[in-house]
């Protein structure tokens, strides 16, 4: 019995929208990770980039649910000694809302270069304008 390896192909990939106006940051990102995987197609494999481009307009009105824009906090470390920082999901929606959408799929992804590579495919922007027109992207339930 032979094992079917299905060929990747940067000509096929597809891209999606999705108006984050009013959705759940959450869920929106389970779904958009999802996409960027290529768990929606037939092909599907887990050691291949199989996913498509995904681009997300309106990440500025993002919803969330409970008190996660005072109780979240996003941490990084500057290097130096006592360099730890921290932003509230509240404020780094004020701020940069892009990152909130960002870092909730980076945290949906498999850790490695496959994910980074499926990362890079996609593409958030605060307001409803976007560059991606001549791609003809296609809506995403």
């Known amino acids: 019995m032979k094992t079917y390896v299905p060929k990747v192909d940067k000509n096929t990939k597809k891209w999606f929208i999705v108006d984050a106006e009013g959705k759940t940051l959450g869920r929106i ?10 768990k929606h197609t037939p092909q ?14 309106n990440a500025e009105k993002i919803h ?13 470390h500057t290097g130096y000694i006592g360099g730890i920082k921290g932003i509230s999901l509240g404020k780094l929606l004020e701020t940069k809302p892009e990152e ?16 980074r ?9 605060a307001g409803p ?13």
Not at 29 to 38: N, W, Y
Not at 103 to 112: E, Q
Not at 117 to 125: G, H, I, N, P
């Open 64 to 76: 969330f649910t409970g008190k996660k824009g005072s109780d979240k906090i996003y941490y990084h």
């Open 129 to 141: 304008n976007h560059p991606h027109e001549a791609q003809k992207p296609l809506p995403l339930q």
């Open 100 to 115: 909130a959408i960002k870092k909730a799929v980076w945290g949906m992804l498999p850790s490695g270069p496959l994910a």
């Open 29 to 38: 990102a389970a779904k958009i990770a999802s996409v960027l995987r290529g």
């Open 117 to 125: 590579d499926m990362f890079s495919k996609l593409k958030v922007y």
């Open 44 to 57: 599907f494999a887990t050691d291949m980039d199989m996913g498509d481009f995904v681009v997300v307009v």
